[in-house]
């Protein structure tokens, strides 16, 4: 059983992992053609962050 502290931390250590992520997802972005293979799954995986944390972290 976790304490509340313990849910805290976790909580906050999976935002900052998933807050990393995005942002090493917007810089890959960046650089593909929009067109390009893997495009779609890297905007997928960024939504899907997005929808975890209820917020945009790069906007």
């Known amino acids: 059983m976790q304490t509340t502290i313990q849910a805290t931390a976790t909580a906050t250590d999976a935002d900052a992992r998933d807050i990393r992520t995005a942002r090493q997802l ?34």
């Open 26 to 59: 917007a810089a890959q972005l960046k650089t593909m053609n929009p067109d390009g293979m893997g495009y779609r799954i890297t905007v997928r995986r960024y939504e899907e962050i997005v929808d975890r944390l209820g917020y945009d972290p790069i906007s």
